[in-house]
């Protein structure tokens, strides 16, 4: 059996230490324009089924899961679930008529759902985040602000749903209209000068690129757009400016930006640095760390845009770049010494804001919020003065060369006089002998006089031998033009009698352009008539060789009216056909034909058929041809006219 006495301090102790253990309600008055909750001020609950809503969180089977806060800040430390946070506001005394607003200041989360009681105690649900169109929002400002309407004298509980893919601090500020006014106002312009800062940084570093074309100047310039990049991605200016139709973008815009700060970083390293050569293991080093990153990169772009969220990997090429100034600092490298410092100042930074992410740092919420811009500036200093350090050394390095240049000169100068009286010794010497040998040169230009005039005679004898050879070299050359016409004419009688080979036949007629000039000057040999109008006036047809009247435009191909007439097989074999069949007196067979000239058997029967009428024709004319040989064949062919001419066509039709 309980005793009533222990049981009474049981009870006592109870009542005493439950407002310790439970949520504390926040009083606020007219004279409160601004409160930042935090520890045991907030409940929370994990919604792991992300289906919850206002009527079940309200409802005692739900209500009682609600935990303390035990941190400073709450932390949605499960990504993948939804978070509810309850807040008690007790307004006490008169309020003001002036609205307030709840902000949010993390600018990666996704989605916030703020349910505010209104008079009559039922909960309006109003949402934000940077999954929602910046136009969306209750005002155009970098962070989420809901509006308080019921500001009635009593307690209030305030109800909000965050989901987050990212880690994020849970910062929940209770601010008047007039100082969230003035908040803004103040935000915004320290952000005018931390952009205006870096965009200094940048105009400076890129007139120093285009003066004097250093590629770590141009680095850092990049460096730097690369953080004012991230920066505006995280604290929501982007957004708000650049892409407030986008929310899509949200989601990649840190995590690329973060990627092109390792990446130009670690190349402004190397080149201001000059790691290739003072450090190349470490040049490896960091192309390695590089590759990794690029791959890094593409796996969050393409397959799993949620690892965007593991910011640490950022750790390793910071920490290469750190190492690798603290290594050529060591090795006497001056201007590396400044480098480090500046990235020491951006591992503060870094450290102290994973410490506030991780709850360790409390009562400094804006300063470890923005903790991490203040490094970057510190870093972005530290930076263009070892960038100007380096300037320094290398003029300090060119002052020394410039000394180094005016002292040789100096020995140069005394060397140059020494020499110069040698010299004048010498010259003196020199001059002497060259007055003796002048005055042997004299003698000898005499007698060379002499010798000249000898060779103007002998020249004159050789020119008068020339001119005789020349008659005789124009003499040869009219005996050679003669012997060369008489072997064509040779060549021509072999073809017209003797039996060729088709290569030693293609020497004479090797191509369609020799074939039509043999015929046009066979065809037209006694003069040109038009067949239309008889006009002996004519000019070159659009056709090789044919002939355009230019009295009645009627234009002759060369082919017209000869044997060749409507020929389908290439020219110079069929002049070889019409040899062949001359030469043989038509008793060679159609097979050999087409074993000689390469054309089909049936062809060349049809060709030899042709061919074997026409000589028929001239046994039974009695006509002879006279050196002539098979070339008589091709002319008198007289194909039969079975139509008219008309507008400068002919249409005939080879009775053969």
């Known amino acids: 059996m309980i005793k009533p006495i222990p049981l009474l301090y049981v009870l006592l102790l109870c009542v005493v230490m439950n407002p310790v253990f439970g949520q504390k309600t926040i009083n606020i008055n007219s004279t409160v324009h601004q409160h930042i909750f935090n520890g045991a001020e907030i409940e929370y609950l994990e919604d792991n089924s992300n289906k919850l809503t206002i009527d079940d969180i309200r409802t005692d089977s739900v209500s009682h899961l609600f935990q303390v806060n035990k941190g400073y800040y709450p932390k949605n430390k499960n990504v993948r679930s939804d978070y509810w946070y309850k807040i008690k506001v007790n307004f006490d005394g008169p309020m003001d008529e002036k609205q307030s607003v709840f902000e949010f200041f993390d600018q990666t989360t996704e989605l916030i759902t703020a349910y505010v009681p209104d008079n009559k105690g039922l909960y309006t649900s109003k949402t934000a985040g940077a999954s929602t169109n910046f136009v969306n929002r209750l005002y155009h400002h970098k962070n989420f602000e809901f509006s308080i309407n019921n500001k009635l004298k009593g307690e209030h509980i305030y109800y909000f749903k965050i989901r987050s893919a990212n880690s994020i601090n849970v910062i929940i500020v209770y601010r008047t209209i007039g100082y969230f006014i003035h908040y803004a106002l103040t935000e915004y312009l320290t952000y005018g000068l931390f952009y205006g800062m870096l965009l200094i940084f940048c105009f400076h570093n890129l007139l120093m690129f285009l003066a004097v074309r250093k590629k770590h100047y141009l680095f850092y310039v990049l460096y730097v757009m690369s953080v004012g990049f991230y920066e ?205 040998k002048s005055r042997k040169i004299s003698e000898q230009a005499e007698v060379i006089e002499q010798q000249n005039a000898d060779l103007i005679n002998t020249n004159k004898e050789i020119e008068r031998q020339a001119a005789e050879i020349s008659l005789m070299n124009v003499l040869l050359e009219r005996d050679n033009i003669q012997l060369k016409h008489n072997i064509e004419k040779v060549t021509d009688a072999r073809v017209l009698s003797a039996e060729l080979s088709f290569e030693e036949f293609s020497s004479t007629y090797p191509d369609q352009e020799s074939c039509n000039k043999f015929l046009s000057e066979l065809k037209w040999a006694k003069g040109y008539g038009c067949l239309k109008c008889a006009s002996t006036l004519y000019k070159n047809g659009r056709a090789p060789y044919s002939r355009r009247c230019t009295k009645c435009g009627y234009e002759e191909s060369v082919l017209f009216n000869t044997i060749f007439q409507n020929n389908r097989i290439p020219i110079n074999k069929a002049f070889y056909v019409v040899y062949l069949m001359y030469s043989t007196k038509g008793t060679i067979s159609s097979y050999q034909l087409s074993e000689k000239i390469g054309i089909r058997q049936s062809t060349c029967w049809q060709y030899a058929i042709r061919i074997k009428k026409v000589m028929n024709e001239h046994k039974k004319d009695g006509r002879k041809g006279a050196n002539q040989g098979w070339s008589r064949l091709v002319i008198d062919h007289k194909p039969a006219v079975t139509g008219r001419i008309k507008d400068g066509a002919v249409r005939t039709e080879n009775v053969l």
Request: aromatic share 16%; glycine share 6%; net charge positive.
């Open 232 to 436: 505006m991605s995280t604290d929501g200016i982007a957004f708000q400016y650049i892409w407030p139709e986008l929310p899509g973008l949200n989601a990649y815009a840190y995590g690329v930006s973060l990627y092109f700060i390792s990446l130009f970083a670690l190349l402004f390293t190397k080149d201001l640095l000059d790691v290739r050569h003072k450090a190349p293991i470490f040049n490896k080093i960091i192309n390695y760390v590089i590759g990794f990153r690029t791959l890094y990169l593409l796996f969050c772009l393409f397959i799993n845009p949620g690892f965007f969220i593991y910011k640490f990997v950022e750790v390793v090429p910071l920490s290469v770049a750190f190492v690798t100034g603290i290594k050529i600092w060591s090795n006497g490298y001056k201007p590396a010494r400044f480098f480090v410092v500046a990235y020491a100042s951006l591992f503060i930074g870094v450290i102290f804001k994973v410490i506030s992410v991780l709850g360790a740092v409390r009562g400094m919420g804006l300063f470890a919020f923005y903790g991490l811009s203040f490094s970057f500036i510190a870093e972005m200093i530290f930076f263009s003065i070892a960038i100007a350090d380096q300037v320094r050394l290398l003029r300090t390095e060119k002052e020394a060369a410039k000394d180094e240049i005016i002292r040789q000169m100096a020995i140069t100068n005394q060397l140059k006089d020494s020499i110069n009286q040698e010299l004048e010794i010498k010259v003196n010497e020199r001059t002497r002998q060259v007055i003796e």
